[in-house]
């Protein structure tokens, strides 16, 4: 990762970004923002529009000069069930280009290529990635150049990959302020099948089951209801491809998670049976197992910080009064979240500290005449 | 709600609180925060004595003065199981208290009560009622006064609940800065399966699966998955209790998620089946049906607000001069939440504003040299 460009980044250009979606459009921003050419094209002439006018890069001009456009890096983002076509056909069209797919699923990409005609003797130039990165919303209106600071981002490289696309595919990510982590195809479809699949489907199963529920009930809803569903609001048509792709294994775990339904509803049938409660509390200490191992938002363990709560006036300034004076302490603030308080003019500030900063910025802040609650 | 004490509070005191964890200790450190006399008792000699330590309340002496205890008020706030008994020994013991239980959930405790000998006479005296607030946290050191602020506190008359009985109940929600919601029991145990116990119990459910991943499948997970086990973490002892005391409604549920998982697995199974994408498709769907009537932060329908996203570097003072720049403008932050970067010096702080503000307060920020991404 040497190779530096007159723009300060390790690719060069110009880059062709098939797929003007949320991810293909946040693709060309982010590079058009580091100053490299960027070339979009859509099979959806208004997408294609939306995102060249969002500044994502410009139009392939089929006509004109583009016949001409010789890509270092052609990224396709197009829906998963198209990928491996598309891929394909920028193989053959780009004979100087390396490709790179961005799909959610990564081994069923590799399987369809190699089954295509003529493409085996081009896969030394493919490489399949997977940033791990997106938003509840879709389309290029919603993208945004700095969609994959910080998060990580896939990439792996089947048998015949060329070290050198390999090394460019990683020059898309760094460049893009991501952080690539190699691994294969079966290791990166396993862990999304369970870190990425399983949440989704299950938001989407608790979610629908509030469909017919009085509103009454819901507006007694917390935290707790609004994070389990947030992911729920997830678009199904891609959603669809995704899950289909990678079947086999989500429906593996799934499995998993009928039988231990099964052993709550039993044990929920027939509460004051023998050995009901203990199965109850068995279950819910295997879920306290597995929460524990998921790790915080820098990618850290969990109770990697300390938390303090500070009351806030909900009115302008107040919470920048509060902040400004964190920030006179030196004490940096990892997280902040702030809850509201429906009917009140009051929120709660929940802060993120380094341990052993919390009592400090506690004191601190309780002189100042803040009333921080825990 | 007129009447109002020399401490501008609803109740005059004293309040007796019984069970001091977290709900017991918080109650009894909100009310002492507004100058009431509270007075409390555990089982437990050492729990007892924590919350007295952190100010919940003064402890009763089963030997002084406390024979010539005339409580006002008696909160019971023990864990399920035992609630009704200790109601029922409340009542007999403090003949001219109101008692009130905060057990989360309602139905159970009339009928145990009404089950129990020499009780019947005293129930005029008794009200039901559930502060929908909590922590995944338990015990009286994470016990905070501001808990109930702002949280809906829902109140169950009984059909023989005297009307001053009522609202007394209700006063001690306000004095704790809830909002009151009268219900009946069985609204108040539907309404909570579906928007409590069945989150709970799905998010314990996902959670479970994660135990023996490799923890290099979890380095890749992002908020979804965070979101979603957050509540795992939750005390499955405490848990057994409520779950076994509204099983048949949290059942019931369960047996429509049941059916909406076979119906998954079965299109995984088959993805390529006719009609299999299209029930993949409808099951998402109905997902953001649900999805889309879960009330936002402020009780206020989704969608309520507008978003934008300010890049910030990770240095102390950096948040702080961002919100002080934005309280500068008048416009108030409805929501503010930070996101960081594992590997990277680079926070996203996402603000929520009221819709029409957001291109407002982008283009004041753009002045001021932030980076605002969307």
Known sequence: ?????????????????????????????????????????????????????????????????????????????TPPDVTARVVAGALHRYPDAVVVDICSVKEAVVRELTALPDVVAHLPR???????????????????????????????????SAPEAVLLAESLAVDLGAVPARMTAEEHDDAVALISHLPQVVSSLVASRLQESPARALSLAGNGLRDVTRIAASDPRLWVQILSANAA???????????DLDRLIATLEDPAANGARLDMAQLMAEGNAGQARVPGKHGTPPGSFAHLTVLVDDVPGQIAKLLTEIGDTGINVEDFRLEHSPGRELGLAELSVLPGKDKELTESLTQRGWKVVQ
């Open 1 to 77: 990762m040497t190779v530096r460009t007159e723009h300060g980044t390790h690719l060069a250009g110009p880059v062709l970004v098939i797929g003007a979606g949320l991810l293909g459009a946040s693709i060309g921003l982010g590079l058009r923002a580091r100053g490299l050419d960027v070339v979009l094209s859509d099979a959806s002439p208004s997408t294609e529009a939306v995102a060249r006018d969002i500044g994502a890069g410009r139009v392939l001009d089929e006509q004109g000069t583009d016949t001409a456009l010789r890509p270092e890096l052609v990224v396709v983002a």
């Open 126 to 160: 493919y490489v399949g990635t997977h940033p791990m990165a997106g938003r509840e919303k879709s389309g290029p209106v919603a993208a945004r150049g700095e969609l994959f600071t910080g998060a990580p981002w896939v990439l792996c490289a089947h048998a015949g």
């Open 249 to 259: 294994r989500l429906v593996d775990i799934l499995h998993g998670v009928r039988a």
